[in-house]
């Protein structure tokens, strides 16, 4: 996680790209959980 976290404060990745960082059903191959990115961006991942 310290990486996307990294990468996210510097402005490398957007929320829209870490959102594909993001383990879920269709992506089960993610690398960080959804709280996980709730604790970086500040917003609840939601499922599209």
Do not use: C
């Not at 790209?17 to 993610?30: D, E, F, H, Q, Y």
């Not at 690398?31 to 500040?42: C, S």
Request: hydrophobic share 45%.
């Amino acid at each position: 996680m310290e990486f996307w976290k990294h990468a996210y404060n510097l402005n490398w990745i957007n929320a829209e790209i870490l959102r594909r960082a993001v383990k879920t059903n269709a992506n089960p191959s993610g690398e960080i959980t959804p709280e996980q990115y709730a604790d970086i961006t500040g917003i609840a991942f939601e499922a599209v």
